[in-house]
């Protein structure tokens, strides 16, 4: 194969932790702002300390987006309700929401402290902290979370978060452990799929790469471009062989994938299979007639077609 043939490329796929949200899940912090509407005691009376604060206004403020508005009234009846610790988490999420998280990291660490076991409190720490970079800190609020709450869905988007922070580290098994408990307690989510295989591909691990897209295929996850990428990591270790099984399944999932035409081409070209390799490149031309490598592909198979005639003679 010529020069320009040379090296398959991966298709970037980025995480889709939001989707979880954390897409990354495709690498963003989920605050789960949407919570601070969710409702909450009776109200009672604002002028008595040891009575719940009146967050009905604040949170309709909240539920409008004027956050700024929300953070002065909280603020106020803070000064009234010291340890409530509902206004704490709202007060801690609306201070989020505005990019402060300095002042939610406080707000939060008390409402940590005067109720310890209240649900989504430890999650906007963590928030907090993972966006202050306090990273291990952020890991242990999440973990706090996730042993509190019966949610799956919000220990799913805890431990999404915890993946995100395990993997800025470069803690790859670790990340993947995350993903892989999220999908040990709810397996019908076939965006993680694709993200553990992302993350298993940097943790140098094609065949578990693999079998995550596998497991997600069967859930409806849109895999051939992942496939593409497992091939093309099994292609730069030169396992030509799982790198051209890899391409194929790439195939079988989206038939008219060009690039995962063009790759296998690529890898049974390496493997001495020229003759497969041109009917490859050939169905890569029909989808892709003016791709950059065209021209090129076309002087080979011209050649090809010469040779093929003069053994013929």
Request: no cysteine.
């Amino acid at each position: 194969m010529t020069r320009g043939l040379e090296r398959p490329a991966g298709l970037d796929r980025e995480r889709s932790r939001g989707s979880l949200s954390v897409g990354a899940f495709v690498g963003t912090l989920m605050l789960l702002l949407a919570y601070t509407v969710l409702p909450v005691a009776a109200v009672q009376d604002r002028a008595q300390p040891t009575s719940p604060a009146d967050l009905g206004p604040a949170r309709e403020l909240a539920r409008l987006q004027k956050y700024e508005e929300a953070e002065l009234l909280l603020s106020e009846l803070e000064n009234v309700h010291p340890d409530d610790p509902s206004l704490l988490l709202l007060r801690g999420e609306v201070l989020l929401a505005i990019n402060n998280p300095k002042k939610a990291a406080d707000v939060l660490a008390h409402a940590a402290e005067v109720a310890p076991q209240k649900l989504r409190v430890h999650f906007g720490l963590g928030a907090a902290l993972a966006a202050l970079d306090d990273r291990a800190g952020a890991v242990a609020a999440f973990g706090t979370e996730i042993e509190l709450n019966p949610d799956p869905e919000i220990r799913a988007k805890a431990r999404a978060n915890r993946s995100v922070l395990y993997e800025r580290d470069q803690r790859w098994s670790d990340s993947a452990a995350e993903m892989e408990a999220i999908l040990a307690e709810t397996p019908d989510r076939p965006e993680v799929f694709g993200d553990l295989a992302q993350i298993y591909l940097k943790a140098e691990r094609p065949d578990d790469a693999l079998r995550a897209v596998e497991r997600g295929a069967e859930r409806g996850l849109l895999a051939a471009p992942l496939f593409v990428n497992v091939g093309a990591h099994y292609f730069n270790k030169k396992a030509f062989d799982l790198a051209a099984t890899a391409f194929r399944r790439a195939l079988e999932a989206e038939p008219d994938l060009a690039q995962a035409e063009l790759d296998l081409a690529r890898a049974l070209d390496r493997l001495e299979r020229k003759d497969e390799a041109n009917s490859h490149l050939r169905r890569y031309l029909d989808l892709r007639p003016n791709a950059p490598e065209a021209s090129e592909i076309r002087k080979r198979l011209a050649g090809s077609t010469k040779a093929t005639t003069a053994k013929s003679k």
